[in-house]
């Protein structure tokens, strides 16, 4: 289950919510929570991601609810899903500390997967690449 934000660049994060429950013999679902009205370039950007999620095999849904948490834990429970993907945004993102500590809390059952997003133009970091060099602690020996 992949959970979206009515953003743009998020096609990556759909794609491997599909290779995962492809990998785990799973149904593709693509969430995205209404807690206000959209604009209409949220509203086409949805659009899109529920189009490639149906090219994709997947459902796209819904969920009305003004607690994102609240939403997904329940829908997650609903379906049994045992995997979700979620995006981080350069400040932030679409998600809360918040919305995101009550869904690794609530959901123990559930892995929940928080992905890194590029800081220079706020789409999905490569799937494939380089490992992150490691941080320096402490001062090297002498």
Known sequence: MACIPPRPHLEN???RAARLAGSLD???RVVTVRTAERSDEEKAQLTSYADLT???GGEFVTLRDPDPANAIAT???EILATEI???RGREGG???RGTLRRLV????D???HILARRRSDDRPAAIRGTAPQPRRLSAPRR
């Open 54 to 56: 149906a090219q994709l």
């Open 13 to 15: 994060l759909i794609r």
């Open 105 to 108: 809390w609530t959901l123990t």
């Open 110 to 112: 559930v892995d929940i």
């Open 26 to 28: 799973g149904e593709l």
């Open 94 to 96: 679409h998600w809360s």
């Open 85 to 87: 993907l979620l995006s």
């Open 75 to 77: 829908y997650a429970r």
